[in-house]
């Protein structure tokens, strides 16, 4: 969270709830998943049963939990939230689960990272709707079948390869979250300007687009950076001029790389010769915990044709030496 551009500040956290669309049609983009998930919420309104559960995947800010409430929106049911790290012990789980009335939707954040126990305990919940509580411990120990209301479990990752086989076979659908284009982020920017009542015109409006790495959390934090310097060094309008200066402060550049993947651009240039170098080893290099630079910077430095995921480690392009002001070594990859 915290490696997202233009530091998040104090209250950010509300402002993106407000955000935060409501419906299916309100949520720009992602055509494909949209569809998927139309047909599969659709047929089981059809039958008359919850449906499958989701497995959403993508790197963070592409709108996985929007897309999770809209679900329970959708389908008129209520939602419960929680996430992989919170669930460390399977009573944790089980007093979820117990909640759970016919028809919610449970939702889990960061599900890779959910512990064993309570992943072994999910995988009986997801297909038979009924979890064993163990009671005691050791030869004494029992096992109490408990009944859990049919639910749909909706779950979140920025890893699915991270996932375990039998977790990810027991979801009936996974929507890959994808990159939104600039001309998508300037929809998200547009509504968002109209609730914050922000006055932003065409070409402020592209300008962060193109600059949000292909992320509504993105564009919408920095046009709120944006109105803070058009509130107190300009007018309050945000136009291009306006705009271009306010990024320069917050160090997002053309590209709409920050801090952070410049120097792991940097490091893997400047000091491992453009790779190839292990994620772990950059991530010292930068400072940064690998899972932040594997899963919060490289999927768009991926994206971007700057770097490439090798079996041998992380490989710089010829793109990522010239973003960089630098001669490609005469071997880097195209
Ligand atoms: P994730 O769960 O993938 O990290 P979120 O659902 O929390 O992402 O989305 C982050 C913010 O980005 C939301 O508060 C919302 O304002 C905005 N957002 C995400 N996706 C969309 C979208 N498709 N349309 C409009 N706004 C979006």
Redesign the pocket.
């Known amino acids: 969270e915290a490696a997202l551009s233009a530091f998040p500040q104090a209250g950010d956290r509300e402002v993106?709830?407000a955000?935060?669309?409501k419906k299916l049609g309100?949520?720009?983009?992602?055509p494909r998943v949209r569809e998927q998930l139309e047909l599969v919420l659709e047929s089981a309104r059809k039958r008359g049963v919850p449906p499958d559960h989701v497995l959403?995947s993508?790197?963070?800010?592409?709108?996985?939990?929007?897309?999770?409430?809209i679900v329970a929106a959708e389908l008129g049911a209520a939602i419960r939230i929680t996430s992989g790290p919170a669930l460390e012990r399977a009573g944790d789980l089980a007093a979820m689960l117990s909640n759970l009335a016919e028809g919610d939707v449970l939702f889990i954040?960061e599900i890779h990272r959910i512990a064993r126990p309570a992943e072994e305990m999910l995988y009986l919940a997801m297909e038979d709707f009924r979890v064993d509580v163990v009671v005691g411990k050791g030869p004494g120990a029992t096992s109490i079948p408990l009944e859990v209301a049919p639910f749909t479990l909706v779950g979140?990752t920025t890893r699915s390869g991270a996932l375990t086989g039998p977790l990810r076979d027991r979801f009936g659908f996974t929507g890959q979250?994808e990159f939104?284009t600039p001309g998508?982020l300037g929809?998200?920017i547009e509504?968002?300007a109209a609730l914050l009542d922000i006055t932003i015109d065409d070409a402020g409006r592209a300008e962060i687009a193109h600059r949000s790495r292909g992320?509504?959390?993105i564009?919408?934090r920095l046009l709120r950076r944006v109105r803070d310097y058009a509130e107190v060094r300009a007018d309050g309008q945000a136009t291009l001029p306006v705009v271009r200066a306010a990024l320069e402060v917050y160090d997002v550049d053309e590209l709409g790389l920050d801090r952070l993947d410049r120097e792991v651009l940097g490091a893997l240039v400047r000091s491992f010769g453009g790779g190839p170098v292990g994620v772990s080893t950059l991530a010292v290099a930068v400072g940064e915990e690998p899972t932040t630079v594997e899963e919060v910077c490289e999927p768009y430095l991926v994206r971007a044709g700057m770097l490439a995921r090798t079996p041998r480690g992380r490989i710089a392009t010829a793109a990522a030496w010239e973003h960089l002001g630098l001669a490609p070594p005469s071997d880097a990859a195209g």
């Not at 309100?26 to 992602?30: A, E, I, R, S, T």
């Not at 993508?58 to 409430?69: E, H, N």
């Open positions: 993106e709830t955000l935060r669309p309100d949520f720009v983009g992602q959403l993508g790197p963070p800010g592409l709108g996985k939990t929007s897309l999770a409430m954040d979140a979250m939104y998508e929809h998200v509504r968002s992320t509504p959390r564009a919408n």
